[in-house]
């Protein structure tokens, strides 16, 4: 009988049967021989032993006998073997077989990249050379160039780093690596770190601008003369100064220039008055008087989308010419020959350069470079602009879809000149008979935000590109909606989904007019999902 409490057996029979049960029982009360050794290879690959030995083991389980345990530990190219002794020691036989040295020359393997550059990666891989032999030293085998036709013709890179030969297939984006096994298992680590799929940066900037001018002028100008008693002015405009100067060259010529008369109009209100008497007393007066307002309101969103650690740039603006250097020899005795001038086109607009680098805890590091431009006021045709420049240069740390502000100028004049006869220009009301006034007010706000959101996946990357394309969407519908005379109608975007699916199967949008999409089938509005939740699938 059995005892399961204490795990005996009561046995009851004549005392021959009892001792020969005794000796049966200590027979089969034994400890099993179930066990996990460690073998450590020397010049085979743990995970491709165990990948043959585990397809062994596939078969002998179908045979019905008894399955053995085999893990494979990159770490210290070890193996570890579980099951019975006899099972153990077939494996571990088998195990000594496979890890035996190749030749020299080594195995070829062909390694196919799913995210790295493999011209950027053989560069990397180039220096590396783990040994622990003598030729390698401590620090590894020096790096030099290898001889391949295959290399050149196609430009990939190649070296031989220790005794491992590496080149670059651009083409399938693959490396070739000829190595020992050692050496190769060392190799195909660094490129398992190194071939990883990088997330995305997503840069949202934003610049306003709120500017304000005022300015005023206000003033009297006036001329007496008498040849024989006197003569008197009071000219306090400096624009007035420098066109008499012009009339009074011209004074002594028939032809009076016109353009310079022209100029004593100025802007604003302009209104004069006099006599010119011959022999007598002859007088001239020219009030002016000009109010002006102006304001100013930018705003520029440019986005920018690039791969962490890598630099992208953003640029939309024209090319403006400018006059650098001109050359004339007219009034010599031949007349002008070969006048030329040197002209300069540049970039005036928006520029924006970044590079973001994730860091732990969903932190984006941006080198950030960032210039606008815009021509100042210049008469037409003339190649000597002034430009109106704005930039930022800065580094900074951000969390995933913080704003944060970049740079930021305030900034506020106020210009007041007087213009006057000393004593005169000072009494109450009849003073500024004899003085010009002219007061200007500005006022500038700048302020520069960034925002960065991190794309790991397809759902957040189709979640921003849904919202950019319907905000677009959006700024079409504001437009009028027929084209005047030939009546039609505007080229428009089609609605997001019918981009995305058409009836050619995903991705093909569709042509031609489009009807009404199917209730059932239309998505929720983007305002009423989550970030990052994606369309439903039809």
């Known amino acids: 009988a059995a005892y399961s409490p204490s795990n005996m057996l009561i046995i009851s029979d004549r005392a021959a049967n009892i001792r020969r049960l005794d000796r049966i029982i200590a027979e089969i009360d034994r400890a099993g021989d179930d066990d996990i050794q460690l073998v450590r290879l020397e010049h085979a690959s743990a995970s491709e032993v165990v990948e043959i030995l585990s397809s062994l083991a596939q078969g002998d389980r179908q045979e019905g006998e008894s399955a053995s345990a085999l893990i494979a530990d990159e770490r210290s190219n070890s193996v570890l073997v579980g099951g019975d002794k006899a099972r153990r020691q077939r494996l571990m036989e088998l195990i000594r077989s496979l890890d035996v ?30 040994s622990g032999d003598s030729e390698s030293g401590s620090g590894g085998g020096q790096a030099r160039t290898a001889s391949s036709n295959r290399s050149q013709s196609s430009g990939g890179g190649s070296s031989i780093a220790g005794d491992a030969n590496i080149i670059a297939e651009p083409d399938t984006n693959s490396l070739v690596i000829t190595a020992p096994p050692k050496r190769m298992r060392a190799l195909k680590s660094v490129i398992d770190q190194l071939d990883i799929k ?74 004069g008055f006099g006599r010119i008497n011959d022999g007598g007393t002859s007088f001239g007066v020219l009030v ?72 732990e805890g969903s932190q984006v590091k941006l080198e950030l470079s960032l210039e606008i431009s815009s021509l100042g006021a210049s008469s037409a045709g003339d190649l000597t602009q002034t430009t109106n420049t704005r930039s930022i240069t800065n580094t900074v740390t951000v969390e995933d879809g913080q704003v944060l502000i970049l740079g930021g100028l305030i900034d506020d004049n106020v210009t007041d000149s ?121």
Do not use: C
Not at 109 to 130: K, N, W
């Open 101 to 130: 040295e190749v030749d020299a020359g080594g195995a070829t393997q062909v390694v196919y990249l799913r995210h790295a550059s493999a011209e950027d990666l053989a560069s990397i891989l180039q220096g590396f050379a783990p």
């Open 288 to 359: 002016k008087a000009l109010q002006g307002d102006g304001d100013t309101n930018i705003l520029s969103a440019p986005t920018l989308l690039t791969m962490d650690n890598e630099e992208a740039e953003f640029s939309v603006g024209q090319e403006v010419p400018f006059l650098t250097g001109q050359f004339t020899n007219t009034g010599t005795q031949t007349g002008s020959i070969n006048p030329f001038q040197t002209i300069e086109r540049r970039d005036v607009g928006l520029t924006l350069t970044l590079t973001p680098q994730i860091n």
């Open 198 to 271: 990088r997330a995305q940066v997503m840069v949202e900037t934003l610049i306003a601008e709120i500017s304000s001018s005022k300015q005023a002028e206000l003033g009297l100008d006036w001329v007496v003369f008498n040849e024989d008693r006197v003569a008197a002015a009071g000219i306090f405009d400096p624009d007035t100064s420098s066109i008499l100067s012009g009339l009074g060259n011209s004074a002594g010529s028939s032809n009076i220039d016109a353009s310079a008369l022209a100029g004593l109009l100025g802007q604003g209100v302009t209104a």
């Open 418 to 538: 007087k213009s006057g006869i000393p004593f005169l220009s000072q009494i109450p009301l009849i003073g500024s008979l004899f003085r010009f006034q002219s007061v200007q007010s500005e006022k500038r706000n700048l302020m520069l935000f960034m925002r960065p959101r991190i794309l790991r996946d397809r759902e957040t990357a189709d979640y921003y590109t849904r919202r950019k394309y319907e905000q677009t969407q959006r700024a079409q519908a504001q437009t009028k909606k027929d084209v005047p005379i030939i009546n039609r109608a505007y080229p428009r975007l089609e609605d997001f989904e019918i981009f995305l699916d058409g009836p050619d199967g995903p991705g093909k949008p569709l042509s031609g007019n489009v009807g009404a999409m199917p209730e059932d089938r239309m998505p929720a509005p983007a305002s009423q999902r989550k970030p990052g939740s994606a369309a439903p699938s039809r």
